[in-house]
């Protein structure tokens, strides 16, 4: 009979998972889940969720984690959307809710601003540095330093297994999610729509990572997964 231990999973939520696991077994997608998120807030996980539109969630880990089947014991703001016509209008957006932010905490060492692609990413931490933020960005296989008051930012596929107290997603449009440049060099529809089903687990990944509040901003056409029936 196999004896099971109590593990944190990447999705922030406790499993049991067979002791046989500590022995280099991958029993990932086998494990017994406790129902309940101690991470984001109810509001933050209903709405991550409702991107998924029912798609079993890919936890970017090797494994598939029905996320219809959990709820948080934790309440707070529900996530904020934002729309502009023009992107000089968002970054400024972004500038200032950082700033009244910094102004509350006195740094933004628990905030992270993060995007789809690197070159955004850059784009973005440039800007910011120039407006006075100090910046870290977090590179892949880099770990973070909790010591630097600095505002973080990243990929959404580098925050996974990170969290925060305020997540920003800015520059949420139709052809960064789902990323056009990829949709366009897959051959098929089936290989289109796994793809998007890809798209949606990353954007539910980078959501999630927030402990208190999501901000989600875009200018001109958003990302179809904003919109009804998106």
């Not at 970054?91 to 809710?97: G, I, K, P, V, Y």
Request: charged letters at 30%.
């Amino acid at each position: 009979m196999s004896t099971w231990h109590r593990a944190r999973s990447p999705a922030g939520r406790f499993v049991w998972e067979p002791e046989i696991s500590r022995c280099g077994i991958d029993v990932r997608g086998r494990s017994r889940k406790l129902r309940i998120n101690y991470r984001t807030t109810e509001e933050t996980r209903a709405w991550a969720t409702a991107v998924l539109e029912g798609v079993d969630f890919d936890d970017l880990d090797g494994g598939n984690d029905p996320s219809s089947d959990y709820r948080s014991l934790l309440h707070g703001e529900k996530p904020v959307l934002r729309g502009f016509e023009d992107p000089a209008d968002e970054q400024r957006f972004l500038q200032d809710s950082l700033t009244q932010l910094r102004g509350i905490d006195g740094n933004l060492a628990s905030t992270c601003v993060t995007l789809r692609t690197k070159s955004a990413r850059d784009r973005i931490a440039q800007t910011l540095e120039k407006a006075g933020f100090p910046v870290r960005l977090i590179e892949t296989n880099e770990a973070d330093d909790p010591s630097d008051p600095a505002l973080r930012v990243a990929t959404m596929h580098r925050v996974k297994g990170l969290e925060f107290d305020q997540v920003f997603i800015p520059e949420l449009t139709s052809d960064q999610m789902p990323y056009r440049v990829e949709v366009s060099r897959r051959p098929d529809q089936v290989s289109r729509e796994q793809f998007e089903q890809q798209e949606r687990s990353l954007l539910h990944v980078a959501a999630t990572r927030a402990k208190k509040r999501v901000v989600v901003t875009y200018s001109g056409k958003p990302s179809s997964f904003l919109t009804p029936g998106g």
